[in-house]
């Protein structure tokens, strides 16, 4: 059995990359040291450097995930700023400032970094596209999961098994997947 380091404090995103790379055969540690995050744009720079970053110091193949809310509406914001804007603001606020707006399309991103140490790192990236829904429903998954509506449901009400075959995170995983094979 192959064994990857998951380098993430983040509880949701580590137990939905274990359940899905445990279809593949591939056992799934959790550090939760965390990584120097570069102040970017783009998602995929941010997960580079942290996969080579944590694999040179941990000497294991890591992978990292980057992932963020991209909300047209308001230029593509909180995009690599998700975290830090839900930890400070949450979705209430963030639906705050959608409130007079009529176009609600959103992007959710996520980008593997996967490294092994002494190698260049490789980004996977996966998306969906939804809307940002007018108030929070469910009470599944985390983040921003309650105000992503993917085809008439917030992520939130999906369920870890729906969600886990259509998500952003689902998708560079299996980008990955088609690499390693």
């Given at each position: 059995?192959?064994?990857?380091?998951?380098?993430?404090?983040?509880?949701?995103?580590?137990?939905?990359?274990?359940?899905?790379?445990?279809?593949?055969?591939?056992?799934?540690?959790?550090?939760?040291?965390?990584?120097?995050?570069?102040?970017?744009?783009?998602?995929?720079?941010?997960?580079?450097?942290?996969?080579?970053?944590?694999?040179?110091?941990?000497?294991?193949?890591?992978?990292?995930?980057?992932?963020?809310?991209?909300?047209?509406?308001?230029?593509?914001?909180?995009?690599?700023?998700?975290?830090?804007?839900?930890?400070?603001?949450?979705?209430?606020?963030?639906?705050?400032?959608?409130?007079?707006?009529?176009?609600?399309?959103?992007?959710?991103?996520?980008?593997?970094?996967?490294?092994?140490?002494?190698?260049?790192?490789?980004?996977?990236?996966?998306?969906?596209?939804?809307?940002?829904?007018?108030?929070?429903?469910?009470?599944?998954?985390?983040?921003?999961?309650p105000i992503f509506d993917y085809n008439g449901k917030t992520f939130g009400e999906l369920g870890n098994e729906e969600k886990n075959k259509v998500s952003h995170r689902r998708?560079?995983?299996?980008?990955?997947?088609?690499?390693?094979?």
């Open positions: 059995m192959r064994k990857i380091v998951f380098v993430t404090g983040n509880k949701g995103k580590f137990g939905e990359a274990k359940e899905i790379l445990a279809v593949k055969g591939i056992e799934v540690i959790q550090n939760r040291d965390g990584y120097p995050e570069l102040q970017e744009d783009e998602l995929e720079p941010i997960a580079a450097y942290g996969a080579k970053w944590a694999a040179e110091k941990l000497g294991m193949p890591v992978m990292v995930d980057d992932s963020g809310l991209f909300i047209k509406a308001l230029k593509g914001f909180p995009g690599p700023y998700s975290a830090f804007v839900e930890e400070k603001l949450g979705n209430g606020r963030v639906l705050k400032l959608m409130e007079d707006e009529k176009d609600r399309t959103a992007t959710f991103k996520s980008v593997i970094g996967y490294c092994e140490p002494g190698s260049e790192p490789k980004v996977f990236t996966g998306t969906v596209e939804g809307k940002i829904s007018y108030e929070e429903r469910g009470t599944g998954g985390f983040g921003y999961d998708r560079a995983i299996d980008n990955f997947f088609e690499w390693l094979d």
